[in-house]
């Protein structure tokens, strides 16, 4: 494919809109983080509660799986907010640099 759909963004300045829109996206990308941690915090706990409360076996079991998820789950949502920020800042520093030229 020899002419890309968004080619011709490639050389222009982003404009005030393209800034907020970015300003934006760091938010949202924040706020999926946060998302992301709260939600391995409540599997933290609540693995914890039922391991130390249980009186059966495959409760404990239960409560003893949600503690390696809740670990997987923080691990999965970092990774995924610095791919994100990384590929935001490139498109921020890059409309920096054309912009200086």
Avoid at 31 to 52: D, E, K, P
């Amino acid at each position: 494919m020899a002419n890309p759909v968004y080619s011709k963004f490639d050389k222009s300045e982003l404009i005030l809109r393209d800034q907020l829109a970015i300003d934006r996206t760091l938010l949202a990308n924040e706020r999926t983080l946060l998302a992301y941690l709260r939600a391995a915090v409540a599997l933290l706990i609540a693995g914890a509660s039922i391991m130390h409360f249980s009186q059966e076996g495959w409760f404990f079991i239960t409560g003893a799986c949600c503690v390696p998820t809740a670990v997987i789950t923080g691990v999965i949502g970092i990774s995924r907010y610095r791919r994100m920020s990384r590929s935001i800042t490139f498109v921020r520093t890059r409309s920096l640099i054309e912009k200086n030229k």
